[in-house]
């Protein structure tokens, strides 16, 4: 070829030889090419494979109507203890915190002054009673004394006023007495029912007046649950009905039960809501009124499409299904109710008939087509 390049003088044969010369590099580059496309082909083809699903249609079941409401705890007891007298506190004997049961004691006043007024008021009972006795006697000798005629009339009702009145000094020293033991006893501060401290108020010194607070005290062997149910909802809500609940920060997801005993007779203007208090057992005292719990309630029955539980896919606190529409797998958020044995109610984001997934694979995916 170069002898015959070097031969050619004229300039089309110039050209023709190098059209000649460049022909296989055209060549090789279409080769190539025609390579390249044909891997990115079967490499479309391959994604676009329909994949094999067990598919299954959302059938209708009754489920219960459950209203999810917030709320949070209190106690089915709480109090502000009073002194329920005057006078210096020498000792306390609970912390905050501390778990008393009815009648302990939470502090004691002093009681010398009250005590020695106990013992004056025992003796004058005493006195009391001797007197009558005396004047009992006299009573009877003043009434013999009459039917023999031996005594004025003046003498004689005299006599008989004494012996009234001597009866009536004793009931009035006992009144007395009575009266004072209260006051003793009221030197003892007891809780009036079983429960934690939550706040204790004064401390050994300090001088106290019959109506100051000396503890604040709570009924945590028996809680309160009230929630705030929605205007709609008011009507649906009976006494007697059962509640589930939460803690919000219960990361274990255990669920509480309570019964509810109390509903708002009406319903609040600005919120346009009514309260309604259920009360549960806190036996083991795992929770604390003041926290916040959201409860579920029963409140009927309802027609919802449901599906098995192998197909949902939880996420978080979302929940996926896959529906075929049209030969390809859709993606879809939905809200997911109460599961009933293997199957789980779907509250909305899915119909009734419409097919989904039954079995997830990591095979399934938004977009996949299926055979």
Same mark, same amino acid.
């Given at each position: 070829m170069k002898n015959a390049m070097k031969e050619a003088k004229d300039p089309a044969q110039w050209r023709r030889m190098l059209a000649l010369l460049a022909l296989p590099a055209v060549l090789a580059g279409a080769v190539g090419c025609g390579r390249s496309g044909a891997s990115a082909a079967t490499t479309a083809d391959a994604e676009a494979a329909p994949i094999a699903v067990k598919l299954v #249609? %959302?059938? !209708? *079941?009754? %489920?219960?109507? *459950?209203? $999810? @409401? &917030?709320? &949070? @705890?209190?106690g089915a007891e709480e109090a502000q203890v009073a002194a329920g007298a005057a006078g210096k506190v020498v000792a306390t004997y609970v912390e905050r915190g501390s778990l008393?049961?009815?009648? $302990?004691? @939470?502090?004691? !006043?002093? &009681?010398? #002054?009250? &005590?020695?007024?106990? %013992?004056? #008021?025992?003796?004058e009972v005493e006195s009391m009673k001797a007197q009558a006795a005396g004047a009992e006697l006299d009573c009877g000798r003043v009434e013999h004394l009459n039917a023999k005629g031996a005594i004025s009339k003046a003498d004689y009702d005299k006599a008989r006023t004494q012996c009234q009145t001597s009866k009536w000094s004793v009931e009035s020293a006992t009144a007395k007495k009575t009266l004072i033991a209260e006051a003793l006893r009221d030197t003892e501060i007891r809780a009036p029912f079983a429960g934690m401290v939550e706040e204790r108020a004064v401390s050994a010194g300090e001088y106290v007046r019959v109506d100051s607070r000396v503890v604040t005290l709570v009924n945590t062997d028996s809680l309160r649950v009230e929630i705030t149910v929605p205007e709609a909802d008011v009507a649906l809500v009976r006494q007697g009905m059962l509640v589930d609940f939460r803690t919000a920060g219960d990361n274990g997801g255990r669920v509480y039960h309570g019964k509810i005993r109390y509903v708002g007779p009406s319903v609040r203007k600005q919120s346009r809501d009514a309260v309604v208090e259920a009360v549960f057992a806190n036996d083991a005292h795992e929770l604390r009124p003041g926290m916040f719990v959201t409860a579920r309630l029963a409140v009927g029955e309802q027609e919802l499409p449901a599906i098995p539980a192998t197909a949902v896919r939880s996420d978080g606190t979302l929940r996926h299904v896959y529906v075929a529409v049209s030969g390809r797998l859709e993606d879809r958020l939905v809200q997911a109710g109460e599961k009933l044995g293997?199957?789980?109610p779907i509250v909305s984001g899915l119909k009734a008939g419409e097919q989904v997934v039954a079995e997830l694979t990591p095979d399934v995916r938004d977009g996949a087509r299926v055979k």
């Open positions: #249609a %959302a059938e !209708l *079941v009754k %489920a219960p109507r *459950v209203v $999810t @409401l &917030s709320g &949070s @705890l209190i008393v049961k009815k009648g $302990t004691i @939470l502090a004691r !006043l002093d &009681s010398r #002054a009250v &005590s020695a007024q106990a %013992a004056q #008021a025992a003796a293997n199957q789980i």
